[in-house]
């Protein structure tokens, strides 16, 4: 039975491998955004108040399921209800407010 020996060399370049395997491979990682929204998450993400959020689900604006008390939001349902309220920006290049005599 043959002994191998490592050496310091040997160390450092697998060191210096599993560093750059780790780099890339927490790099290409892009983080999941979280599929189901606590109130408070809701809440904070659109700057809103309690009693807004439950005048929201009231009316039928905002989806939720509730399991056990506690109300859960999906993600992708509040993207696409952003996405169907956004208003376009228009320009106006003839602002009252720069018209000031």
Known sequence: ?????????????????LLSDLNAMFNSKQPQPKQWL???????????????LQNLRV???????????IL??????LQKLLESNKVEATPNLFNPKWLVR
Do not use: C, H, Q
């Not at 191998?4 to 060191?15: A, P």
């Not at 606590?38 to 807004?52: A, F, P, Q």
């Not at 859960?72 to 349902?77: E, G, V």
């Open 72 to 77: 859960y939001y999906s993600n992708s349902d």
């Open 1 to 17: 039975m043959a002994i191998e020996v490592i050496t310091r060399e040997d160390l450092n370049e697998f060191r210096s491998l």
């Open 38 to 52: 606590k109130s408070n998450e809701v809440r904070k993400l659109l700057n809103i108040s309690s009693g807004t």
């Open 59 to 69: 009316n039928g604006t905002i989806t939720y399921t509730k399991i056990g008390g």
